[in-house]
């Protein structure tokens, strides 16, 4: 929910077929009117590091007022930006229908891609966003890869960290030399199986690329959910969304894989599949930022439509179809962070909802909820430059979840997920009878675990 506004933010498509787009002046135009409302409004103050930058850029200025920075000073406000799309969703009375017209977000992205069409790429941030090409080749020597990547190895870090700009101590995902489309096809007990004479839905996993290089678990256990459920199901994986190429504001990229991965599931909509995405940043794109980036593609709009986030897509079940039986209480007690990009689908807290429907999960009792941005945004977070103001940005939730002290730490976004149980290690390693969470789960690894299901 947004504050301070009874009117639902709505947003225009992203004008990047314009040349006025990349058009300097136009763009520090653009930029200097938004920030001097920003200046005049600081709403944003606690969200991230990019609305900090800009105030005290302001401050120490000689009139404290906006004109007197100098335009080469906005990029450190750019460079904080995740896109987590927060300060719009959930803040800015400013957004369209407002006059004001306020995107800060896709102003932020629209910087990136003006760097970007004038020769500014960032060279390592392109290497690290492409993860396809990264999830294939890492998983050919997923051993070796892990080894190399493990925080505390003296021995790789610090090269990773020279020739990679990786942060020696940010915690990275592991690789799996066994996809999820892999999996799914060598077990096939779990998926593309008829549905039950009850089953009434069809549902295409979108493994995405985390589900289907770092973490096949979480679509096993939302395949076992599923199928528990009389689900008739398949795992698709088509290429990445391209929220890591956003961050690098290249939009070409992003429309190349929109098209793609619209055109390979056209067919399956047509058969009366929805398609379930496992990570919210994933179904954030299919959804909303595709359809802003190729506003008259057919396929696009047709499989925003079609796209369920899964744990908007359990929920439907529970409340439409009811849920198959055989749910158990947890042991232990969950901390649950809700992800920025599930709360920018404008859906509700459907994490919240699913983990409720647990038998004795009570939220403020054994469901401790945690909505704050985690602060680790991507390949963004790992960044030398970054990861420690992403630790600070984070703070607040893993002093939270500490505080909280559950059995369970889970998050929608799997990366937030390993930044938080990171950030807790921190702050828990002096707390009495704090004990660290043995791994940071995907809140339907969990609900799969009450079903007995793992
Ligand atoms: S999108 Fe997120 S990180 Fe970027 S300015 Fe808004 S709140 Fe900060
Ligand atoms: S993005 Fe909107 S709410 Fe946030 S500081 Fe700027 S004007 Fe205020």
């Not at 225009?12 to 314009?18: C, G, I, T």
């Not at 200097?32 to 409302?37: A, F, G, N, P, S």
């Not at 803040?91 to 102003?107: Q, R, S």
Request: aromatic letters at 6%; glycine letters at 8%.
């Amino acid at each position: 929910m947004r504050e301070g506004s009874l009117d639902a933010p709505t947003r225009h498509p992203l004008d990047w077929n314009n040349p006025d787009f990349y058009d300097l002046e136009k763009l520090d135009a653009e930029m200097r009117r938004v920030l001097d409302i920003c200046h005049g409004c600081r709403r944003c103050f606690n969200l991230c590091d990019s609305f900090p930058r800009l105030f005290d850029l302001v401050d120490a200025s000689p009139t404290g007022e906006l004109d007197e920075v100098d335009s080469k000073d906005f990029k450190p406000i750019v460079d904080a930006c995740t896109l987590c799309d927060l300060c719009y969703m959930t803040k800015c009375p400013y957004v369209p229908p407002h006059e004001f017209n306020l995107d800060f977000p896709h102003l932020m992205l629209r910087y990136r891609a003006a760097e970007r069409h004038h020769g500014h790429k960032d060279a390592i941030g392109d290497q690290l966003s492409q993860t396809d090409r990264n999830g294939k080749l890492a998983g050919l020597v997923a051993p070796i890869a892990n080894w190399a990547s493990e925080r505390g190895n003296a021995l790789t870090r610090p090269v990773m960290e020279a020739v990679m700009d990786v942060h020696r101590d940010a915690e990275l995902p592991k690789f799996n030399s066994k996809t999820l489309v892999a999996r799914a096809k060598s077990e096939p007990s779990a998926v593309n199986r008829a549905a039950p004479a009850f089953g009434k839905r069809k549902a295409a996993i979108y493994a995405t690329c985390f589900g289907n290089y770092n973490n096949p678990d979480i679509g096993i256990a939302a395949q076992k959910i599923l199928a528990h459920n009389g689900v008739e199901l398949r795992v698709e994986y088509p290429g990445c969304c391209g929220m890591p190429r956003l961050e690098q504001g290249d939009i070409a990229d992003v429309a190349k894989k929109a098209r793609v991965v619209a055109e390979a599931f056209s067919p399956l909509i047509d058969q009366g599949y929805d398609i379930v995405a496992l990570v919210p940043s994933c179904a954030l794109m299919l959804k909303f930022e595709w359809p802003l980036i190729l506003p008259n593609d057919p396929l696009v709009k047709k499989l925003a439509q079609a796209t369920f986030d899964i744990s908007e897509y359990i929920v439907d079940i529970a409340k439409k179809d009811g849920l198959a039986p055989g749910l158990k209480p947890l042991e232990g007690g969950v901390t649950l962070h809700l992800a920025c990009h599930a709360r920018a689908q404008n859906m509700g807290a459907k994490a919240t909802e699913m983990m409720k429907l647990i038998p004795d999960m009570k939220q403020g009792e054994s469901l401790a909820v945690i909505e704050r941005c985690a602060g680790h945004g991507g390949s963004w977070g790992v960044r030398k430059e970054f990861f420690e103001v992403g630790m600070k940005v984070g703070k607040p939730v893993m002093r939270a979840a500490v505080k909280e002290n559950k059995a369970h730490i889970a998050s929608e976004c799997p990366l937030a997920g390993l930044h938080i149980r990171q950030g807790m290690e921190r702050e828990g390693k002096d707390k009495d009878g704090f004990v660290l969470p043995p791994k940071a789960e995907h809140p339907v690894e969990l609900f799969a675990k009450a079903y007995g299901l793992l």
